[in-house]
Structure formats: structure tokens, C-alpha cells
């Protein structure tokens, strides 16, 4: 059994703020994928997959009986399919940022809800909100609490605008060029981070006054921002709004950046050879980078694995 394929994701624009209701921006990235497989193989990645799947299905079982909650799975077929060694096979590099739960939450989904609302329907606001709300369910074993975003864009596999907590659309964005100098990128950090520490610093943090005003008056806005420009093509307006952006993170969101980027970081805004920003919830993983000029972005970042994800 192999099933299909699940990709990872980026999201643009939106970490922390969309918590909060800002906008955000979120794309599938092809690079990473990952699919739940049988197969002959004897690893012990994959003996560790299959033992998390294991410790999962108490979790689904609670979400399967949970009436406010509208998904029942086949606990039965995928019991039986984690008794054969059922596991899931994924490239997508974990703690980085990209995904790698939100995959694997769509795959089972995918496969094992009974009553499933499908990629070929018209998915309306309403379905798409019921789909996130059950992602976000099926997630929170992974990180204690998901927006359910992740596994929503690796699910249907299109760039996802969020306008609002309670109002999500695929969104259509600018074709990549292949000519063009600007890029955004991912900036890897070498080291692993994890989701709920970063999440609780935010949580404890938002209970001050001043952060909290921090957040809307500049965090938000800029995010925001950053968000229009991209979607109507407006390079200039978008490097502008991007600058702001990781000047107010660089400020005010320090335990999220790994200690060794935080030089790194000021660089770029100095020389604005290139602008860093936080990818997905920080702490380690990657980072996002934005430049108007990739070859000086990374002559700039000598020695750091810098990996291009789309072209302006």
C-alpha cells in the first residue's frame, strides 16, 4: 500500500498574528512530501512512525466520539492497517516549520474519515471552516493547539488566504518569474525547534499590556501589509512592508530566533541586502528570508543553507 502524496508548507505571512486575527498567507511547498505505506521494509524510522500512529489513534478514537466535533473515522481499517506496520514515510524535516505534522493529520484524513469533505467539492467558506476546525482537532496531539492551517494547505494542496479566523479562501497568487533577481527563501537555522515552548512564550507574553499593543498597532499591520502587497504583485510596497515586519520581530519576538541569527538578522535590515522573518512558530527550524537580489542575499549568508522557494 502506498498513499498519496501530502506536501509540506510555508507560511508567507501570518505566525503568531493570525492567532490574534491577522492575515496570512499560506503555500504548499512541493520540495517535502510525505504518504502513509505498507511495505515489506524492516527500519527503524519506520518502526518509530508506526509507534507514533499507535499513540495517535487513542487521540482520533476521542475525536471520533466526541459528538461536537463533525468527523468519525475507520478506526477498525486503520488499526488493522498499523497491526500490518502501516507508517508514514515523509521527507519533511520536523521542527522546521514546514508542516510535517500537518501532513501526516490530512494523509489519515484523507484515507480514514468516514464522511470526508473532499478537494473535488465547492469548497465553501463554511466547509472550509469545518475542515480547519477538525484539522486543528486532529492536530493538537502534535502541538497541544493547532489553527488546523497546516494540514488544511498540505489537504488541498492551494495557497490558503486567511482573512480571519472565521474566514479562509484559496487564494490565487502571483506567477513565479524565472528572470527576476527577487526571491523569497528559507534560511536553515541547523537546529530543531519546537512548537509549544515557542506558543507558550507568546501566550505569557500577550498577557502584557504593551506587547499586547505591540502586536495590533505594529505586528498586524505590518502583517497585513505585507499580505496586500504580495497578492497584488507590488514588489516595492512589499519589501517596504517586510522591512517593517522584521524590525518589529527582531524587537520584540528575540526567544523565537535562534541566538546565533540574531546578528544575522540586523544584518540584513542594515545592508537591506536581505530581510529575515519567522517561519511558522521559530525557536529553530527555518527562517523565511525576502531579498530583491538572491546572489547578494546569499554572498551575504556565506556558509548558511539558503534554499529559494519562489522567484519575483
Known sequence: MKGPLF???????????????SRGLSIPYNFYNGALKIDQLD????KDSNQKLLNYVYHLTEIHYNTSIPVEFDLEE??????????????????????????????????????????LENLNQEKLKVLKGIFGEMESFFHGKSSGLDPLNSYLSL????????????AGIPSQTNTGKGAVFLLDSGVVGETAPMVNIFM???????????????FIKHTDACVESFLNGDVKKLFSNVKSLSKVVLENFKPMIPKDF???????????????????SGGGGYMLGFTEDIEKAKSALKGHKVEVVYNF
Open 204 to 218: 505569557e507574553n500577550m498577557k502584557q499590556d504593551g506587547f499586547r499593543k505591540m502586536l495590533k498597532n505594529r
Open 262 to 280: 540574531h546578528e544575522l538578522w540586523k544584518h540584513g535590515l542594515d545592508t537591506n541586502s536581505y530581510y529575515l522573518k519567522l517561519c511558522g
Open 7 to 21: 506536501y509540506s508548507k510555508i507560511l508567507l505571512f501570518g505566525e503568531y498574528g493570525i492567532i490574534k486575527d
Open 159 to 170: 495557497p490558503i488566504l486567511i482573512n480571519s479566523k472565521d474566514s479562509i479562501e484559496p
Open 43 to 46: 527500519t527503524q524510522q519506520k
Open 78 to 119: 486503520l488499526r488493522k492497517d498499523l497491526e500490518k506496520g502501516m507508517y508514514f514515510d515523509s521527507s519533511i524535516p520536523q521542527g522546521y516549520g514546514v508542516g510535517s505534522s500537518g501532513a501526516l493529520v490530512a494523509a489519515i484524513y484523507d484515507k480514514y474519515a468516514t464522511d470526508k469533505i473532499t478537494v
